[in-house]
Nanobody, 124 residues
């Protein structure tokens, strides 16, 4: 069992930055692939970024590639999402997720554990 708790969301002006954190419980964090997803009002939850267990591979949706960076610190059981050059369309609830299998990184239905989400609001 893995419990995930996100933090770091908030209100930021367009062009600004935020860093989200996701703290995980359990001693097997280092074996999990971790992902970030987001859900805007009235829209489906969508993939944002993912990182494999040792950080050897990352994946991003096209619209955030070059602006967002996913990273992890296995010693702290934490995964991060650094978000720069934020745009209005980045406004959403951001969710952290974990999965045991390092395949289909972008497919949300393959993730086993989810956090409760943290709100990110980008204003003009």
């Amino acid at each position: 069992q893995v419990t995930l708790v996100e933090s770091g969301g908030g209100l930021v002006q367009a062009g600004g930055s935020l860093r989200l954190s996701c703290a995980a419980s359990g001693r097997t964090f280092s074996s999990y692939t971790m992902g970030w997803f987001r859900q805007a009002p009235g829209k489906e939850r969508e993939f944002v970024a993912a990182i494999m267990s040792s950080g050897e591979k990352t994946s991003y949706r096209d619209s955030v590639n070059g602006r967002f960076t996913i990273s992890r610190d296995n010693a702290k059981n934490t995964v991060y999402l650094q978000m720069n050059s934020l745009k209005l369309e980045d406004t959403a609830v951001y969710y952290c997720a974990a999965k045991a299998r390092p395949t289909n990184l972008r497919l949300l239905t393959t993730y086993d554990y989810w956090g409760q989400g943290t709100q990110v609001t980008v204003s003009s």
